[in-house]
T-cell receptor, first 115, second 111 residues
Framework: DVKVTQSSRYLVKRTGEKVFLECVQD?????MFWYRQDPGLGLRLIYF???????EKGDIPEGYSVSREKKERFSLILESASTNQTSMYLC??????????????FGNGTRLTVT | EDQVTQSPEALRLQEGESSSLNCSYT??????LFWYRQDPGKGPEFLFT???AGEEKEKERLKATLTKKESFLHITAPKPEDSATYLC????????????FGQGTTLQVKP
């Protein structure tokens, strides 16, 4: 089975802090994604990556950046955390090269609270 | 713009009471429609992928169907352990592999 591990289940940070969310997968998937999930808004794509050192903006990239230095690891960075970034953050991975059809495998999420 | 709408937002059933969840979509060139199950405090778990109208897939008490405008997730004789949020997502030909998610239907099955 695919295992997608997010480094923290719960995180509390202060406004203005730099925050790192880490995601590691063990199945050699090319594609990795960061979503946030909010009540009433569903899952929204922040950033994704098709390969090492590659990144593409999703639908809501403002206030975030990402890093993918190794195939198995995809990091989400909040440069200066704000209260409107309080959310559940979900990492996902998917197999297939390029941009063909694939299903996503999700981690269990990091619930981030910014105070 | 690609869009996914799920209904109802919430559904309460008695154990054994069959029902259906709806996922309506608009997408330019459907490449795949996906159903996920999400338990509280966990990430979504993949259930099905449907690729073309008329296709059906089954898993235990769940059956997913697809038309050109919508998909249904039929739940036959549900059990309390089927209680979860069910998410629908689509991938279109123009969105470079991204999935567009609906807001989900939260199902509660009472014993």
């Amino acid at each position: 089975d695919v295992k997608v591990t997010q480094s923290s289940r719960y995180l509390v940070k202060r406004t203005g802090e730099k925050v790192f969310l880490e995601c590691v997968q063990d199945m050699d998937h090319e594609n990795m994604f960061w979503y946030r999930q909010d009540p009433g808004l569903g899952l929204r794509l922040i950033y994704f990556s098709y390969d090492v050192k590659m990144k593409e903006k999703g639908d809501i990239p403002e206030g975030y950046s990402v890093s993918r230095e190794k195939k198995e690891r995809f990091s989400l960075i909040l440069e200066s955390a704000s209260t409107n970034q309080t959310s559940m953050y979900l990492c996902a991975t998917g197999r297939t090269p390029g941009r063909a059809i694939f299903s996503l495998h999700f981690g269990n999420g990091t619930r981030l609270t910014v105070t | 713009e690609d869009q996914v709408t799920q209904s109802p937002e919430a559904l309460r059933l008695q154990e054994g009471e069959s029902s259906s969840l709806n996922c309506s979509y608009t997408v330019s060139g459907l490449r795949g429609l996906f159903w996920y199950r999400q338990d509280p405090g966990k990430g979504p778990e993949f259930l099905f992928t449907l690729y073309s109208a008329g296709e059906e897939k089954e898993k235990e008490r769940l059956k997913a169907t697809l038309t050109k405008k919508e998909s249904f997730l039929h739940i036959t004789a549900p059990k309390p352990e089927d209680s979860a949020t069910y998410l629908c997502a689509v991938q279109g030909s123009g969105n470079t592999g991204k999935l567009i998610f609906g807001q989900g239907t939260t199902l509660q099955v009472k014993p």
